[in-house]
C-alpha cells in the first residue's frame, strides 16, 4: 500500500509532460502562437541601393514578340515619394543555352521617356525572340546608374521581317564576320493609307540595336563608327507605285504610305524595301540587280486597324 501511494505522484507527473508534449505539438502542426509564412517576392518588383523600381505591364499584358510596351514606376526608398527626373535606361538579354554552352543576345529598344506621372516612365522593347525553358529573357532597367532586374516571360509570335546588308556593310560574329540585319518591325496599328515600322540595326554580335534614320550612327566590324547619311524607306501593294516613308523625327520610327490603298477593314500585302546610303538590302545578304528583284523587299500581310 505504501508503494502504491509512493507511485501516484510519478504518474501523475509523467502523464503531465506527455500532455504538455501533445499540446506543444498540437500548436506547432496548427501554426498557433507562430508568425504566417513570408509572401512569395513580387516579380514585377526590385529595389536599388536608392529606389523600388515597378515593372507595370501596358500593351499587350504579356511580353510578346514584337512591340511590347510597358512603364517603369520609381519611387524613393527614403519616404516612397515619385522618383521623377532620372535618367532611365533599358538592356535586355536573351541567355540561350546551346550545346556550346551559354550564348546572349539583345533586342531592340525605343528611348525611355518620362510620362506625364511624376516617377512613372514609358519604356518599349522590340522582342525578336520568345522565351522557352532553354532560352531566357533577362530585363535591367537602370535608373541613374541603379540596375534593377526583371525576368520577363516573352510570348511566341510572328518573326519580325527582316532585310541584310551585302559584304560592305559587316558586323562581327564570334571570330569571324556576317552581314548586318535590318529588322522592320510593326510600330502600331496598319490603315487604310499608311503601315508605321520601327526600323533597328543589328551590331556586332548582336549586343545592341541601333535605330535607323538619316544622321544615326551605327558600329562597322572594325567597331569604327558609321553615320548613316541617307534612309530611304518604301512601300507599295502592287510592287509598282512605290511610295517613299517618313521618319518621324524620332529615331527609327517611320509611317510609309500604302498605294493603292487598303479598303476599310480589308486585308492586303504591303511590300517594302530599304535603301541606306544608295545600298538596296536584301532578304539573302546578295545584291541586288533591280530594284523589283524579289530579294530586294520584304512582305507584311496586313489588316485595316491591326
Known sequence: MKEEQ?????????????????TLLITACSGGGSSAPAAPPNP????????????????????????????????????????????????????MTTIMGTMTHSTPVDK????????????????????????TWELKVIVSGETATFSPSVMAAAMPPKLRGQTDDLITKGTGTETRT?????????????????IAAQ??????????????TLTTELDNPWTITTVSVEATTDLVSWQSGTNTGTGGHWTLPISPNLSNGGTGTVYVRLIVDGAQKSTD????????????YQTFFVEDGK
Open 285 to 296: 545578304g546578295k545584291l541586288v540587280s533591280a530594284p523589283t528583284d524579289s530579294n530586294g
Open 182 to 198: 535590318y529588322f522592320l518591325l510593326k510600330d502600331g496599328p496598319t490603315t487604310t493609307t499608311s503601315i508605321s515600322l520601327f
Open 112 to 135: 525611355v521617356t518620362e510620362s506625364s506621372t511624376p516617377g512613372t516612365y514609358d519604356c518599349t522593347v522590340y522582342y525578336i525572340m520568345a522565351s522557352s525553358s532553354a532560352d
Open 44 to 95: 514585377n518588383v526590385a529595389l536599388t541601393a536608392n529606389y523600388k523600381v515597378e515593372y507595370v505591364p501596358v500593351a499587350p499584358a504579356n511580353p510578346t514578340m514584337g512591340k511590347t510596351t510597358f512603364q517603369v514606376r520609381v519611387t524613393n526608398l527614403s519616404d516612397g515619394t515619385p522618383a521623377g527626373g532620372l535618367d532611365v535606361l533599358l538592356a535586355p538579354m536573351m541567355n
Open 203 to 216: 551590331e556586332n554580335n548582336k549586343m545592341s540595336f541601333s535605330q535607323v534614320y538619316s544622321g544615326a
Open 6 to 22: 509512493k507511485m501516484k505522484p510519478i504518474k501523475a507527473y509523467t502523464l503531465g509532460l506527455v500532455l504538455a508534449s501533445m
